[in-house]
Nanobody, 125 residues
Framework: QMQVVQSGGGLVQPGGSLILSCTAH??????????FHWFRRAPGQGREALSC????????NVPGSVKGRFIFSRDDAKATSYLLMNDLRPEDTGIYTC????????????????WGQGTQVTVSS
């Protein structure tokens, strides 16, 4: 079965930057087949969708809270998606999770195939 492994995260100062990665394992990854999704959950709050990255590297559904600061990308040769977070703020603190999904193209109905383990990002106040 597919496994999705995340790396990155940690404690950063306000205004700093951090990069997260999300790599899919356990199958022959087809870059024209799966979307990548990124989510976060702030303390005491529900899950917030941050982006959907299509199989052709188009970016959708980025909320205004992170738009212009967070950069989403994918590298199909490495079966990996990256999240580069710039100008971090205390309200960005939370658990960041990625997932692979179907159907391709960031269109409903979405089905999440593999989930990363999540990683903690803490921005000091």
């Amino acid at each position: 079965q597919m496994q999705v492994v995340q790396s990155g995260g940690g404690l950063v100062q306000p205004g700093g930057s951090l990069i997260l990665s999300c790599t899919a394992h356990g199958f022959t990854f087809n870059g024209s087949y799966y979307d990548f999704h990124w989510f976060r959950r702030a303390p005491g709050q529900g899950r917030e969708a941050l982006s959907c990255i299509t199989n052709t590297a188009e970016i959708y559904n980025v909320p205004g809270s992170v738009k212009g600061r967070f950069i989403f990308s994918r590298d199909d040769a490495k079966a990996t998606s990256y999240l580069l977070m710039n100008d971090l703020r205390p309200e960005d603190t939370g658990i960041y999770t990625c997932a692979t999904g179907l159907p391709p193209g960031c269109r409903p109905p979405a089905r999440f195939v593999g989930w990363g383990q999540g990683t903690q990002v803490t921005v000091s106040s």
